[in-house]
């Protein structure tokens, strides 16, 4: 059994302002998807576009993901606590929210390039998982979504002291493993080859959500604006509009695909 290492989620601080990991994994994130979607981009996706591209959508992420967590998961502290809804830097960040503010915001970069809405989110989808492998990892610094009690004897499980004494499943962890590198893995791999229009997207969406549901089964529900615990998570009822679309996607892609001209 593991002990929480308990990580100083202030990296440094300057003039008073402190310098937090979950902060820099999201810069970090940001980074490294500029990078990779420079080893995607063809001649439709020059430096300028991209990087036009992506602080539009980090933008979107940013705002949806902190609106997300208040409305989904906190209405009531944030209400009570007005203020702390601009502390983004101190962690509380929605993935569903995020995603939203995503969509919203490659809509609107779309339209005033444009470019099809699916054809952004197709060449988007792939660069995604590894920035949330990194923010579950600021997660995990700031010991926060910590999982559901575990079995003693399994070897990864750890106890978080700031919660109480009970080996627990680091939950962080499964997330950054499934719905980071795992999931990363299956896009790159997936879209290497030509897909119809759509489908990468659908794929991330349908990958995401199941993933996202499983890991929800070994991390302490969040019991969010509807009062769920135990049965259906707010996080598993999130993901299920989201296997919908993209089941709906992929199941579009392939029927295009087969009413194309041979």
């Not at 990580?7 to 994130?29: E, K, Q």
């Not at 970069?109 to 060449?123: E, I, M, N, Q, S």
């Not at 978080?160 to 962890?173: I, K, M, N, T």
């Not at 549901?213 to 707010?234: K, N």
């Amino acid at each position: 059994m593991l002990i929480y290492p308990d990580i100083d989620p202030v990296v440094f601080s300057v003039g008073g302002y402190a310098i937090r990991w979950y902060g820099v994994m999201y810069l970090a994130s940001y980074l490294l998807a500029l990078r990779l979607a420079r080893l995607r981009g063809g001649e439709d996706w020059d430096r300028d576009t991209l990087e036009s591209l992506l602080l539009t959508l980090f933008v979107g992420l940013i705002v949806g993901g902190r609106l997300g967590q208040v409305l989904f998961y906190a209405p009531e502290y944030y209400l009570a606590n007005l203020r702390h809804i601009l502390r983004v830097w101190e962690g509380g960040m929605s993935f569903h929210g995020g995603l939203l503010g995503v969509f919203f915001a490659a809509l609107f970069w779309a339209r005033r390039h444009g470019k099809r809405w699916l054809d952004v989110g197709d060449f988007v989808a792939p660069l995604v998982p590894l920035g949330l492998l990194l923010g579950r990892v600021g997660n995990f610094i700031n010991g926060e979504i910590w999982g559901r009690v575990a079995d003693p004897d399994l070897p990864w499980a750890m106890v978080f002291p700031h919660v109480d004494r009970l080996p627990r499943h680091p939950a962080q962890l499964y997330h950054a493993a499934l719905e980071g590198l795992a999931l990363f893995i299956i896009l790159w791999i997936y879209s290497k080859k030509a897909r119809p229009t759509g489908a990468v997207s659908g794929a991330f969406l349908l990958g995401y959500g199941v993933l996202r549901s499983l890991v929800e089964c070994f991390r302490e529900p969040d019991a969010g604006i509807f009062g769920f615990s135990y049965t259906i998570s707010m996080g598993q009822w999130l993901s299920l509009p989201m296997v919908a679309a993209g089941l709906f996607l992929l199941w579009r892609a392939r029927s295009a695909r087969r009413d194309a001209p041979s």
